[in-house]
């Protein structure tokens, strides 16, 4: 039997309806199998060697003189920073030119590896970038979004094999972006409490949908899942903005989220997959409604009319049904990885 | 350069970075090829003869003692209608058992048919049979929304070959419809007008992204058009719901689905595609903020995390591009045709 179940905090709804026999396993079968990749390709921008391919970076983090990771602009950006942010009307329609900050973070030099396979150093260089290029981006006074992401696979809407992330800011401050936040002023009005801290409470009660706690973090497969083994990753202490992380949580959460990626890509053999650092708005990093959090998305299934037209949507693997599996998967990705 | 442009009904931001070089025909070899199919299986349940494996007909229209439409509840619904609507808590989380109306439009008794390749009588046959069940479903005192809506091809998030849509009707009227209809209002509140009649009346005013226009509809690629090809056939008096479509106004909007579908396959080279059916909430028929309308997406591009974080869509064609390359197409669909 479906049921529907409102997300807490954005009073958004699914629903839940499990395919009659199907097993989480089962799905591990829809995803691509991919063959190896090499260590280096003398074609990728990327890779060691490379660098003039790229634009200067903004940000690089070296380990005995050779670097770890580097940010640079993102060369066939959407946005661009050297264009005047002011709006303007054509007819009654509502435009701005271009501008905003797309940034590449180039994870590792190596071609073939992925955060499910690094060193918890690694993954905390990369978390620590995204912290420095968020506080730095956090200057500018035009910009009120940053997003930053991830995007694994063809599926997920990556053509580029090197291990990668994207950070994009905007003065954008999108309704999508609005209308969570609004909702969680109302929660803080009637109850005085962020209803994040709230959610991961009553998560934390129920324990049937928690993948793994550490000291500082909790990943849980949420309650209102849109889709199968949706997973997200919140801090355990009330912090509105990413930025505010410091370097001890940072190693923390390196370790979660490789876990939890490792597992994704054990269970699920590979998947494509994106994930989304969420934090408030710039400016907001100190607000007592809000709470950053990182959500993971293996791209399993496809939005269709029903999706798209009413945002509500189906989730054939119950939450509970995709954190017990992920529980007990082993997140150690051993053998010869394939990547992308 | 990229632009921001806002969807003047929805507030929503778009993104319109046209890839360098990239012109409109380079999407048709995005498209899955696909072989032609018979006009008969023996293992589809929707083909004729087969009726026995479908749930009884909750509508019939024939033509000379053989059905030409038949809807039937959808046998593996997400929703069911035997159940209590009421909601409960679990802990402090909002539930509510899977009531609601899922029904499948068998569009035709051939296998092997399109909207592109119907006769107008045909696709007259069809938007009226979703005018009735839309009226029908109406009455019923716990439903809400009504999505009618056809998912066209995999990518479209069907596994289905048989020509059909569907319908579901939920008791939730989830954020992602209500606020739009919340800027409506406030437009409304502003201006005394439709924001919908505002937006077709500035189109037509500034013409460049019209695709076609009859006695009763104009079809556009809209200014905020989130993806290549997004179009959408909006009627030119004001209605808030497809409730209240008459029969003269169907046999016009048939043509103008035909054309438009017809001028996606010869130009796209039959793409996957979702096209959704929008009205007013149940009880909102008539409200004067509020206007219907049929948006078709082509499944060209794939939402990454940017657009999944933000709600900020990345448009690599400026619907401009789009209109003026559909506005060239012949779209009549000659010899065999390739059906989903």
Known sequence: ???????????????????????????????????????FRADCPFCLGNEAQTPEPVYIKSVADKWQIRVVPNKYAALQPDLAAARSYVGSFLSAKGYGIAEVVVETPEHNKTIATMQLSEISAILTAYRERQKEISKNEAINLIMIFRNYGPLAGTSLEHPHSQ???????????????????????????????DMIEEERRQKERIVLETENFLAFCP??????????????????????INDKEIEDLAGVLRTMLGKLYNGL???????????????????????????????????????????????????EESASYL????????????II
């Open 1 to 39: 039997m479906s049921e529907f179940r409102q997300n807490m905090a954005t009073k958004e709804w699914v629903i839940v309806a499990p395919s009659r026999g199907k097993r989480p396993s089962d799905f591990a079968k829809l995803t691509i199998k991919r063959p190896p990749v090499p260590s």
């Open 167 to 197: 950070i994009i800011a905007t003065p954008m401050l999108p309704p999508h972006v609005r209308n969570p936040i609004e909702q969680a002023v109302m929660h803080f009005d009637k109850y005085g409490t962020c209803v994040y801290c």
């Open 223 to 244: 309650w209102a899942a849109r889709t199968p083994f949706e997973a997200r990753i919140y801090p355990k202490r009330h912090a509105a903005s990413y930025v505010s």
């Open 269 to 319: 053999d590979n998947p494509d997959y994106n994930y989304i650092l969420r934090s408030a708005p710039v400016g907001d990093e100190d607000v007592r409604y809000s709470h950053w959090y990182l959500m993971i998305i293996p791209k399993i299934g496809t939005p269709a009319g029903f999706e798209i037209g009413s945002g509500i949507y189906i989730n054939t693997v119950a939450p």
């Open 327 to 338: 529980r007990d998967i082993n997140p150690e990705v051993t053998g010869e990885a394939t």
